[in-house]
């Protein structure tokens, strides 16, 4: 493949535009983006991308986030496109690629799955990144002014967080178009094991803390205003996560994050985490069956602590934002009602509901395919709202029909004002976020479905 560079001075000018997918709005028709739709929070995968481009190789840069805007594959103008690639959005890329790649414009497939599933995303680009590109990126934008662009690239994980000294770009984003524009990681990677989860896969189970002094240079700018951390799992080292909170108190920040259920023994964690400005946790319960959280291999969710620890962080002004999956082994068709009714009971301030999805490179997925119940490598399928194995516990018409009407029955009014004004940290902004997620569900669930039927 031949590059062009067009040479201003010393100068090097090379035109890049970095893309993140997402299937969701796009699978449901453009009315979103015609009403100018927005995201809840900023995606920091493109901006960290960017951050990592020598600014002294005078690369022009642009991003696109489908999540706020559509993509025109015909009417970009780069010399380089760079595509961020889940599972469920594989199969678009592959075809963007393809197409692009017939323009002449250079084609780099990188996230999670071209990491997880690298022979399949070979076929289709110029070279593929696996796993974090901090350190890769920078030296494949070299390779390609040198005109020695290898196959494929990889950091080794430690290595990457090590050398990520920059803030991630977020002007380049259309930071209007988000509710949240400010968000950032401290963390990277989880030292669990769960058993559908593709991040141990990802980051080959390791667990990385930037510095704390360099994070709180980061936020400083941003005092005042409300922050989200991306992180899977930031509290798993808790003099650490401790030390960070106690640095970030006179920020005066207000701040969403992820918890874990290993916090709810731990008061000192809540008291800092409400004095450094904790607003709300996205906490990953997983399942109200006990045996289905085992099955997961969370086995730190202890479900009869779920409400006591929801309680204690309402109490605290701190909202809760939990996701549930359905569809594990132990699962019986009673598990929809259960859950929203425990949703309910809790006053769980924000819900997600996900229908379990074996992603490949996990236990679970190896698993299932051993056991020959994987029915579809279809990956536009495996969005969290269908059952692309055959579970054993219902049937599979069960399983997307239970989820359909548990993602309506907890987005009605009745149960959006029940949890908003039933819960101690319930304020306009919960109200907001249970408007958008009401939304999310009337796009996720299809018009077809019958939710009286199953009311009954
Ligand atoms: C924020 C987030 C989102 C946001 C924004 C997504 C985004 N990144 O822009 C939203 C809410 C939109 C989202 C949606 C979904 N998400 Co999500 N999300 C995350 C989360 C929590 C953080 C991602 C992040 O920003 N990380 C920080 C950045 C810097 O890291 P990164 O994205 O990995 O990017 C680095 C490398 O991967 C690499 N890289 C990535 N892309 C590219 C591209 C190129 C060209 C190159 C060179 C390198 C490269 O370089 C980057 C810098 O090092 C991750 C979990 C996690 N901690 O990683 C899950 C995660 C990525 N999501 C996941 C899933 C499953 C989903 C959903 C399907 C969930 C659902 N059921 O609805 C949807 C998919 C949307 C769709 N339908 O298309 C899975 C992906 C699994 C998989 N095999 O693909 C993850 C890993 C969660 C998990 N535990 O399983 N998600
Ligand atoms: S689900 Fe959460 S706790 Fe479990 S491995 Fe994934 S990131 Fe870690």
Excluded at 106 to 116: A, K, Q, V
Excluded at 134 to 162: G, H, M, R
Excluded at 302 to 320: M, P, R, S, W
Excluded at 339 to 355: G, P, S
Aim: neutral net charge; glycine residues 6%.
């Amino acid at each position: 493949m031949n590059f062009c560079i067009v040479t201003e001075g010393l100068d090097t000018y090379m035109k890049i535009t970095l893309i993140q997918l997402y299937n969701t709005f796009v699978q449901q028709g453009q009315i979103w983006y015609a009403k100018k739709r927005k995201m809840g929070y900023a995606p920091t995968t493109l901006p960290s991308l960017a951050a990592s481009i020598p600014k002294e190789l005078g690369v022009e840069i642009t991003l696109i986030d489908e999540g706020v805007e559509l993509v025109d594959v015909d009417a970009i103008d780069a010399d380089v496109v760079g595509l961020s690639v889940m599972t469920p959005n594989a199969f678009r890329a592959y075809e963007m690629a393809d197409k692009l790649r017939k323009r002449g414009i250079i084609t780099i497939l990188g996230g999670f799955h071209p990491t997880l599933m690298p022979d399949e995303a070979r076929e289709h680009a110029d070279a593929i990144v696996r796993g974090f590109a901090e350190v890769s990126f920078p030296k494949l934008i070299n390779d390609i002014i040198k005109n020695k662009l290898q196959k494929e690239y990889s950091d080794s994980c430690a290595e990457t967080f090590e050398h990520q000294m920059y803030a991630p770009m977020r002007e380049k984003l259309k930071l209007k178009r988000y509710f949240l524009p400010t968000t950032l990681e401290l963390t990277r990677g989880c030292v669990n094991q769960c058993s559908f989860c593709s991040i141990p896969a990802f980051c080959e189970g390791r667990y990385l803390k930037r510095d704390i002094d360099q994070v709180i240079e980061e936020l400083r700018p941003f005092s005042r205003k409300r922050i989200t951390f991306l992180d899977s799992s930031p509290p798993e080292d808790s003099g650490y996560i401790k030390e960070f909170y106690r640095k970030l108190i006179p920020l005066k920040l207000k701040w969403y994050s992820c918890a874990t259920m290993k916090q709810a023994a731990d008061e000192e964690w809540l008291d800092l985490a409400v004095r450094s400005g904790c607003k709300g946790v996205l906490i990953g319960f997983e399942s109200i069956h006990k045996e289905s959280v085992q099955e997961g291999r969370k086995l730190f969710n202890q479900v009869d602590k779920y409400a006591q620890f929801i309680y204690n962080l309402h109490k605290k002004g701190i909202a809760v934002l939990g996701t549930f999956m359905f569809g594990f082994d132990h699962d019986k068709p009673d598990i929809f009602r259960r859950t929203a009714e425990f949703v309910d009971k809790t006053r769980m301030d924000l819900i997600h509901y996900a229908i379990f999805t074996p992603f490949p490179g996990t236990p679970d997925f190896k698993r299932l395919e051993r056991e020959g119940r994987i029915i579809t490598r279809n990956w536009a399928l495996y969005d969290g709202t269908h059952a692309v194995y055959n579970p054993s516990g219902m049937s599979r018409e069960q399983l997307e029909n239970g989820y359909f009407w548990a993602s309506k029955r907890s987005h009605t009014m009745r149960s959006v004002f029940t949890r908003t004004f039933g819960s101690a940290a319930g304020s306009l902004f919960t109200l907001l976020g249970n408007v958008g997620f009401r939304q999310l569900a009337n796009v996720l669930v299809p018009t077809t479905f019958n939710y009286e039927e199953y009311e009954d």
